[in-house]
């Protein structure tokens, strides 16, 4: 069996954040009342790009997120926040 490195945990926090940047997508669209058409035309994009990055397959460049934002109604947050601890 195969030991978990470091690098696996980074892997999997990465994953993570992106799950949670597509549910926060997901979130603000429907709490606009936007159907992922209608945010598309707002951000003059088309629908599949909208579903590509609310699904995760795309992550979305600062600018997409900003027009997201605007779109939406929505404040951006973007955040390099400091690594936990280590315990000794």
Do not use: H, W, Y
């Not at 994953?15 to 035309?41: D, H, Y």
């Not at 909208?50 to 973007?78: C, Q, W, Y």
């Amino acid at each position: 069996m195969r030991r978990a490195k470091a690098s696996d945990r980074v892997v999997d926090r990465d994953s993570q954040n992106e799950i949670a940047l597509a549910l926060a997508m997901v979130q603000a669209r429907e709490r606009a009342e936007l159907t992922q058409e209608k945010l598309a035309g707002r951000m003059r994009t088309s629908q599949s790009a909208i579903a590509r990055m609310e699904s995760g397959r795309v992550l979305p460049s600062v600018n997409s997120l900003r027009k997201f934002a605007e779109a939406t109604g929505s404040r951006l947050d973007i955040a390099c926040l400091p690594e936990k601890p280590k315990r000794g």
